[in-house]
């Protein structure tokens, strides 16, 4: 459906820290896409730089010192009908 723009704070950051937009959303889909079995993928903020990572489980970018921003849940749940 389209959406907003993403403000230009955000993408300065996604800029310097993922290569650029496209490249982020690239890669978050294949962290989600690759996810085995349950869990999620993020974008969090850790060290003060933007990453991309995936979780198993329960798990979220708090255990390993990151700050969550964005989670997408790719537990079985979510997409088997």
Do not use: C, M
């Amino acid at each position: 459906g389209g959406g907003k723009k993403v403000p230009g704070s955000l993408l300065a950051l996604i800029d310097r820290d993922l290569g650029g937009f496209d490249k982020f959303r690239n890669d978050f889909i294949e962290a989600g896409k690759t996810q085995f079995g349950s869990g999620w993928a993020w974008l969090s903020l850790k060290g003060g730089k933007l990453e991309v990572t995936k979780t198993p489980n329960g798990e979220n970018p708090l255990v390993q010192g990151g700050w969550p921003l964005l989670g997408v849940d790719v537990w079985e749940h979510s997409y088997y009908i």
